[in-house]
C-alpha cells in the first residue's frame, strides 16, 4: 500500500494548486498520525472551488519511420525510413524499461494519411483529418484546412480541456513567431526548421484566433541547425523550466524540429540522440519526480512504409505513472491516444459515437491510480453553520474501484463526515463527496483520507474560527 501525505513542503519546492499529487513521505507515516492533532502545521488555504491538475501528461511526435524495417540505418525520414528496433537503441529501450506498444499503427489506414504528416497531426489533436490525407499545406490554404479554421465550436482536444479548467500549453521548436497570434507559425521557417504542417494548433481559429489560447503555443528552442551537430543544451529549456515548476500545465505537446525528430535525419542523428538528451531532462523536473502519476509518450506521426493501419509505429509510455517492462501488441491508433487523454482529464470526447469516441483507450500500459481536489483546503466553522465543502475524486491513468473516504485528525468536541462515505471510479470519472465537520470551532488541520486499496491519499487541511467580539 502507497501512502501519502500532503504537507505543505518547503517553500522552493511547494506545489501550486495544480500539483494535485502529494509529496510522499513514508518513513514519516506513523510519527505523523500519532503527533499531527498536536503539531501546528502552517495554514494552507486553497478556494473549494479551485480547479486542481488529476494528472500531468506531455506529447511528444517525431517523424516518419515505422516501429521496424529492413531499410538501411543511413536513411532519413524523407527517404526509404528505418527501423526503430532496428536503428534507435536509446528509443527501444526506453520502450523495453517502461511500457510500449508492438502494434500502435498511428494511422487509421491510408485514409488518415496517404504519406502525408498534416492528417496525422490533425487527428492526434481533434480526432479527425479534415479531408486532409493528401494535403501538406499551410493553414487556410484549401477546402480541408478552411474546413478545419472554419470549425465553430467543440473542435479540439484543447476545446475539452478548457471546459473543464484543465491547463495546457504546446511547444514548437524553430517557430520564427513567439506565438501563433497574427499568422504566426502559419508559414515554415526554414532557419528553425519549423514546419507548420507539423503544428495542428495554427489550423484552428478557435486557438490561433482566440487571444486567450495562441499565447499558448509557443517557439522553444531546437537541439540541432543541422543533421548530426552537437544538441544545443538550451533545446526545448523553456518547457523543461516550466515541468521543473510548480505551475506545469496538466497537459503539454511538443513538435520538434525537422531534425530532431529524424524527418531530415538519420534515426541515430535526430530523434534517437534527441530523446536521448531530453527525456531524462523532463523525467528528472519536479513535476515528474513529485506527481506519481505523470507520464511521457512518444510517438511517431506515421511509417512512410508499409500499409497504413497495419505497419506499426514506436509508441512509448514513460514516467511514473507508466507500468514497467510491459507490452502489448493490442491495435491501437491516433485516435486511440487522443481519447486516453480525454479520458485521463474527464472532459469528454469530440465526436459521438465515432472518431475519438469510439476508439479504445489504451490504459493497459498506465499504473492506475487516482486524485483527491482539493488539497490543501480550508473552511469555517460557527455554531449555526458547519464547516462544509464539496472534495472531487477523479480516476487517473484508468483507475476504477472503489475510494473510502473520512474526515481524520479533529480534536475531541469537533465530528466529521463524508457524504458518502466511498465513491466508485472507473476511468474517465469524477465523483464528488461533501465534507461536513461540527461542533466546538478549534482551529485545527485536519485532513480528509481517501482510500483507494493500494493507496491512500490525505488532502490536508484548515479549520478557522470567527472572532467573536
Known amino acids: ?152 465550436g467543440t473542435c479540439t482536444l484543447v476545446d475539452l480541456l478548457e471546459s473543464k479548467n484543465i491547463s495546457w500549453k504546446a511547444y514548437m521548436e524553430g517557430m520564427s513567431a513567439s506565438n501563433i497570434c497574427s499568422g504566426g507559425g502559419s508559414q515554415d521557417n526554414s532557419n528553425g526548421n519549423y514546419i507548420a504542417h507539423h503544428d495542428p494548433f495554427v489550423y484552428f481559429n478557435t486557438i490561433a484566433g482566440n487571444s486567450n489560447r495562441y499565447t499558448k503555443v509557443i517557439s522553444t528552442t531546437a537541439g540541432q541547425s543541422a543533421c548530426g551537430q552537437s544538441i544545443n543544451p538550451s533545446a526545448d529549456s523553456n518547457l523543461v523550466s516550466e515541468l521543473n515548476s510548480t505551475s506545469a500545465p496538466a497537459f503539454t505537446w511538443l513538435t520538434p524540429n525537422n531534425y530532431d525528430n529524424s524527418h531530415d535525419c538519420t534515426l541515430g542523428q535526430g530523434a534517437n540522440a534527441f530523446m536521448q538528451f531530453l527525456v531524462p531532462k523532463i523525467l528528472s523536473t519536479y513535476t515528474f519526480q513529485h506527481d506519481t502519476t505523470a507520464t511521457l509518450l512518444i510517438t511517431f506521426d506515421e511509417p512512410s512504409t508499409g500499409t ?34 480525454e479520458t485521463n482529464y474527464s472532459v469528454g470526447c469530440i465526436y459521438a459515437g465515432r472518431q475519438d469516441c469510439a476508439a479504445p483507450t489504451m490504459f493497459e500500459f498506465f499504473a492506475p491510480d487516482f486524485s483527491i481536489a482539493p488539497s490543501p483546503w480550508s473552511c469555517t466553522l460557527t455554531p449555526n453553520n458547519p464547516c462544509s465543502m464539496p472534495f472531487t475524486i477523479f480516476s487517473v491513468n484508468g483507475f476504477s474501484g472503489t475510494v473510502s473516504l473520512r474526515v481524520v485528525f479533529l480534536p475531541q468536541g469537533m465530528s466529521g463526515s463524508m457524504s458518502p462515505s466511498s465513491l466508485t471510479l472507473s476511468p474517465g470519472v469524477r465523483a464528488t463527496s461533501q465534507m461536513t465537520i461540527t461542533g466546538t470551532c478549534q482551529a485545527v488541520n485536519p485532513a480528509v483520507s481517501a482510500n483507494g486499496g493500494s493507496s491512500i491519499y490525505y488532502a490536508t487541511g484548515h479549520v478557522s474560527c470567527p472572532i467573536i467580539p
Not at 113 to 118: E, I, Q
Not at 320 to 325: E, L, V, Y
Not at 326 to 337: D, E, F, G, I, M
Open 308 to 341: 497504413y493501419g497495419t505497419t506499426p509505429v514506436y509508441l512509448a509510455i514513460l514516467g511514473a505513472g507508466s507500468k514497467t517492462h510491459y507490452t502489448s501488441s493490442t491495435y491501437y491508433t491516433h485516435r486511440s491516444l487522443l481519447a486516453t487523454i
Open 1 to 152: 500500500m502507497n501512502t501519502y501525505w500532503g504537507l505543505k513542503p518547503p517553500t522552493h519546492l511547494a506545489p501550486s494548486s495544480s500539483m494535485t499529487r502529494p509529496v510522499p513521505l513514508k518513513p514519516f507515516l506513523l510519527f505523523l498520525t500519532l503527533a499531527l492533532p498536536f503539531l501546528a502545521i502552517p495554514s494552507v488555504h486553497a478556494p473549494a472551488t479551485s480547479i486542481t491538475t488529476p494528472t500531468h501528461m506531455v506529447l511528444i511526435v517525431l517523424e516518419n519511420h515505422p516501429l521496424s524495417s529492413t531499410n538501411p540505418c543511413s536513411n532519413s525520414g524523407s527517404q526509404a525510413p528505418a527501423g526503430i528496433i532496428q536503428c534507435a537503441p536509446y528509443l527501444t529501450s526506453l520502450g523495453t524499461q517502461y511500457a510500449n506498444s508492438t502494434n500502435y499503427v498511428g494511422p487509421n489506414s491510408t485514409s488518415d494519411s496517404n504519406f502525408n504528416s498534416l492528417p496525422n497531426y490533425l487527428v492526434l489533436l481533434s480526432g479527425s483529418n479534415w479531408g486532409c490525407q493528401n494535403y501538406d499545406g499551410a493553414p487556410n490554404s484549401n477546402t480541408c484546412t478552411s474546413a478545419a479554421r472554419n470549425c465553430a
